[in-house]
């Protein structure tokens, strides 16, 4: 089952993703395109995992909460994440897009919530 990139990227709800403390900043578009890259070429998991994400997206709100960074502040059960991540929120559920920088390009190498 394939998804919908349009209605993906008209599900979030803010749209600016500016945020403050963060290594860079992102939006919408461009989440989905790292996702779509990584549901493309990503290892195994995180292909698996990335179309997960998208079909949830894809039916859900969601909202950008933190550019790339490492670190933050927590929630939940969990501490700080030391590890570089994006914040997403989809259906009030916590995800973190885990990156590196390969080549000056951004690629997901592990999605966690």
């Given at each position: 089952?394939?998804?919908?990139?349009?209605t993906?990227?008209?599900?979030c709800k803010n749209v600016s993703g500016r945020y403050q403390g963060v290594d860079f900043n992102i939006n919408a578009r461009h989440v989905v395109g790292l996702l779509d890259t990584a549901v493309k070429i990503g290892q195994k998991g995180t292909q698996r995992d990335a179309k997960a994400l998208l079909?949830?997206?894809e039916n859900k709100e969601w909202q950008v909460r933190a550019g790339g960074h490492s670190g933050g502040i927590g929630g939940?059960?969990?501490g700080a994440d030391p590890n570089p991540h994006i914040t997403l929120r989809v259906d009030n559920k916590g995800y973190h897009l885990r990156y590196k920088v390969v080549d000056k390009s951004i690629k997901l190498?592990?999605?966690?919530?």
């Open positions: 089952m394939q998804y919908n990139k349009a993906v990227i008209r599900n079909r949830i997206m939940g059960v969990h190498v592990e999605i966690t919530s």
